[in-house]
């Protein structure tokens, strides 16, 4: 079955960086666009970044663009998610997903089908 397991992430002070990762199984990986959300305590969960199958197209939210990388390595079946200058705001709980086949639409949570369990970050000041 599809399974989505994200790790890397942790504690870190503003400005600091940290690398997420999700590994995923069951299926083939390259096949799919995949993407990463956040969810903040008491706010929904909202959009970070994606990218395509074979890594060619990348997608980000206007809150991380410039500060925040999404890569892929199909070899690894993993993404990652490269986030620098971090700022407290961006603490939250992160989760990868994976984008349904059909769908043409990365911003959208209810285009991906498969979740992972998230991973905390906490930026503090």
């Known amino acids: 079955q599809v399974q989505l397991v994200e790790s890397g992430g942790g504690l870190v002070q503003a400005g600091d960086s940290l690398r997420l990762s999700c590994t995923a199984s069951?299926?083939?990986?390259?096949?799919?666009?995949m993407g990463w959300f956040r969810q903040a305590p008491g706010k929904e969960r909202e959009f970070v970044g994606a990218?395509?199958?074979?890594?060619?197209?990348?997608f980000y939210a206007d809150s991380v663009k410039g500060r925040f990388t999404i890569s892929r390595d199909n070899a690894k079946n993993t993404m990652y998610l490269q986030m620098n200058s971090l700022k407290p705001e961006d603490t939250a709980v992160y989760y990868c997903?994976?984008?349904?086949?059909?769908?043409?639409?990365?911003?959208?949570?209810?285009?991906?089908?498969?979740w992972g369990q998230g991973t905390q970050v906490t930026v503090s000041s």
């Open positions: 990218i395509n199958g074979n890594g060619g197209s990348s």
């Open positions: 997903a994976r984008k349904a086949g059909y769908s043409y639409n990365y911003y959208s949570s209810s285009s991906y089908t498969y």
């Open positions: 069951g299926f083939t990986f390259n096949s799919y666009g």
